[in-house]
């Protein structure tokens, strides 16, 4: 009896503690100037792949090219992102089975969990961790998604994620899209042709002829920008539907580091040298399936800016009180520009 009270009291223990970690990290966060989408308020992402099925009260997420299934009321005004849950696919599964063997007359009924297992293919994706429990999220198949559940959900582009709350929420939802497309694009073999399978230990498509193994595709890139005592380079791109200040920005190419990408963007798209390169942070943007390195350098010499203008169609220098830019808490680019116009300390 003393054991089993002992053991009682550890485990209650354990949960205070973990409440209180949860507690001080949302307060952490909160408490910092600036973060962007992926530092979650009050939560913990757990991306290590895992062989398992989905039970009562597990997301699952269904993606069309690069729009996500959410609950209409998110639309109606509360703005408060909610998928589908493992329950309401049963649910909807058993109602038109119910119906369709009213039609036919047979009393069967196939509408249960296991049933919906076995009807359709979920891929598990990862865990989501707050101070509520812990949330999984798989992904569906579009194709087996019962039409009655359209009445309360609808598939919505990404770029929702921007402005929807929670943010760990919004996380989930863009970082499904990536990786769903992933699976999509990853089917057959790139040096055999043959249907690729899942791996059991990590996530990777495993080719069962010739043995290659393909990845996530994660593209690398830099944001970087560019000072000049108290004015900032800031950009638009050219034809682009987003028309608000940037920062330059381009991908890495092979055989150069990541500071020489620096060097060399900055080079093509104004025609300007950069010294004093900084390392700022990175992050990962699911929207365009990319690794982001933010940097800060100096000018070196000449500041008279020679437009790309089939990348740009702005190129300026901007004194911190002449910045437009308000923070927006999603995108490292914002952030950084955020923290120039504030005149805070960046780099390392």
Excluded at 8 to 21: G, Q, T
Excluded at 179 to 195: D, E, H, Q
Excluded at 308 to 329: A, M
């Amino acid at each position: 009896m003393k054991r089993e009270v002992r053991s009682l009291s550890i485990l209650s223990l354990y949960r205070l503690v973990r409440i209180e970690f949860f507690k001080c990290l949302e307060l952490y966060i909160l408490r910092r100037d600036t973060r962007v989408i992926q530092e979650l308020t009050g939560a913990v992402y757990h991306n290590e792949y895992r062989t398992i099925e989905p039970e009562s009260g597990d997301y699952i997420m269904f993606v069309k090219g690069r729009s996500v299934l959410v609950k209409k009321s998110v639309l109606a005004g509360n703005g408060i992102l909610e998928y589908l849950k493992l329950e309401e696919l049963v649910k909807a599964k058993a109602e038109c089975v119910a119906a369709a063997n009213k039609k036919t007359g047979i009393s069967e009924n196939d509408g249960n969990s296991e049933n919906i297992k076995d009807n359709m293919k979920f891929t598990y994706l990862f865990q989501i961790e707050t101070s509520k429990g812990t949330m999984k999220f798989f992904l569906g198949e579009n194709d087996k998604l019962p039409s009655s559940l359209l009445n309360i959900c609808s598939y919505e582009p990404q770029n929702i994620f921007r402005e929807k709350k929670p943010d760990y929420m919004a996380f989930a939802g863009v970082t499904a899209c990536q990786l769903a497309n992933w699976y999509v694009s990853t089917r057959y073999c790139g040096a055999c042709g043959a249907l690729l399978e899942h791996d059991k230990k990590e996530r990777m498509m495993r080719c069962p002829k010739c043995g290659a193994m393909h990845y996530p595709k994660i593209s690398p890139a830099v944001i970087v920008a560019v000072t000049d005592s108290d004015k900032l380079l800031m950009t638009k791109y050219a034809g682009r539907a987003y028309t608000k200040y940037a920062l330059i920005a381009g991908f890495a190419e092979i055989g150069e580091t990541i500071e020489e990408t620096v060097r060399r963007e900055v080079m093509e798209e104004v025609g300007l040298k950069v010294k004093n390169i900084r390392y700022y942070k990175s992050q990962p943007w699911s929207f365009t399936d990319t690794m982001l390195f933010g940097f800060f350098c100096e000018l070196d010499g000449d500041d008279t800016i020679r437009l790309d203008e089939e990348e740009l169609s702005v190129g300026k220098w901007l004194r911190r009180e002449e910045i437009p830019t308000e923070y927006d808490g999603i995108s490292l680019t914002n952030e950084m520009i955020m923290r120039f116009k504030n005149g805070e300390h960046y780099g390392s």
